[in-house]
């Protein structure tokens, strides 16, 4: 099979390797689509902190079972499956205290952006789901990044006619605008690209702003909010500290404020002290996803909450990847697909 490894900052190749086999409890897919995401275009620029290469490379793809480890029940040859990337251990600290996104030992699997995937025991017992007919391989590889953000919006607490400020409106961003809209809050996104401002008025913003030559962003926004207050709850989707800052200082009195995007590694920001404790403000991280967002995800795509044609600019082959993350990473597109031959 063809596989795409990571060696380096902007170093993939495309390289021939034998088809994995399953153990026990693992299956083996035959990709049909792989999507490139933000995560992707970040590690294939600077690399990646978890993970030390050469390393399979994507995390976002859906395919055909071809082959089958012992002792799997539920899964057959040739069924239409999404797996997503990930899955808790379930035993540590962390996962008995509900918290699955933070644990000990979560277990990643790469390697999207190759012909055939193996799947581990873990993510198949937890994380993989047969694709109902009429849903299409595209809608369900994007089970992955809608789960993280299903656990976004979650964590924010929005409330039926609450305003929501989402700064970025990349893969993540019109996601989440999407989800707070179906919350019943009215949603103001905000971005740079006024193509993604339009998608993210399709997918239900009230207020799409773009602040490319805004110098204060914050009173920007903040002015489409009742007598200037700010929101209730604004959300960081790009991984920017200076636009987590700016996120913080967009929200009202007693409000939240969703840093969800992942900045570069040893980056900092500065709080203003007085603002956060007098105002009472809620700040909170925001990391992955766990396998309660990652069923709802998936139940959500399957009635039709969100489609790939939306989020998907252009095909490529996998000889094309490189091309694909960088046209991804200029903004001319939300994602592109590498699309594997029969």
């Known amino acids: 099979m063809k596989v795409a490894l990571y060696y380096g900052p902007e170093t993939i190749k495309i390289e021939d390797r034998p088809i994995p086999e399953p153990g026990p409890g693992e299956i083996v897919i035959k ?17 990646y902190p978890l993970w030390d290469p050469p390393y399979p490379f ?24 999404i797996a997503h990337n990930s899955a808790p251990c379930n035993r540590c600290y962390y996962c008995k205290k509900g ?8 277990l990643f699997n790469l390697g999207a952006f190759s012909e055939y ?11 993989t789901f047969k694709i109902p007919d009429g849903i299409d391989y595209k809608d369900a590889a994007l089970t992955e990044p809608f789960a993280c953000a299903v656990h976004g919006i979650e ?12 700064n970025g409106a990349g893969p993540l961003g019109l996601m989440m605008t999407r989800l707070a809209y179906l919350k019943g809050a009215r949603v103001i996104t905000v971005d740079l690209s006024q193509k993604r401002l339009e998608m993210a008025k399709k997918l239900g913003a009230s207020i799409v702003m ?26 960081e989707a790009v991984g920017s500290p200076e636009l987590w800052e700016k996120t913080v200082r967009m929200v009202r009195k007693g409000g939240t404020s969703i840093l969800f995007g992942g900045p570069k590694a040893g980056t900092t920001i500065t ?64 994602k592109n697909a590498i699309v594997f031959e029969d």
């Open 31 to 47: 990709n049909k689509i792989a999507f490139t995401c933000g995560t992707d275009v970040k590690t294939f620029f600077r690399g």
């Open 58 to 81: 994507g995390h976002e793809a859906a395919g055909d079972i071809y082959a089958v480890g012992e002792g799997v029940e539920g899964f057959a040859i040739g069924d239409r499956v």
């Open 99 to 106: 918290q699955h996104s933070m644990c000990e030992n979560l």
């Open 117 to 127: 995937q193996l799947i581990p025991k873990e993510i198949v017992e937890q994380n």
């Open 155 to 166: 964590e924010a607490g929005i409330s039926l006619g609450d305003t929501v400020i989402i």
């Open 210 to 235: 773009n602040v490319r030559d805004i110098e204060d962003q914050v009173a920007a926004v903040r002015q489409f909010t009742e007598d200037n207050r700010g929101a209730d709850v604004a959300i």
């Open 271 to 334: 709080l203003d002290t007085n603002f956060m404790h007098y105002s009472q403000i809620t700040i909170k991280g925001i990391f992955h996803t766990t396998p309660r967002f990652v069923q709802a995800a998936f139940n959500l795509i399957c009635q039709g909450v969100i489609h790939g044609n939306d989020f998907v600019g252009s095909e490529y082959p996998l000889e094309k990847l490189e091309e694909a993350i960088r046209s991804h990473k200029e903004g001319r597109v939300i």
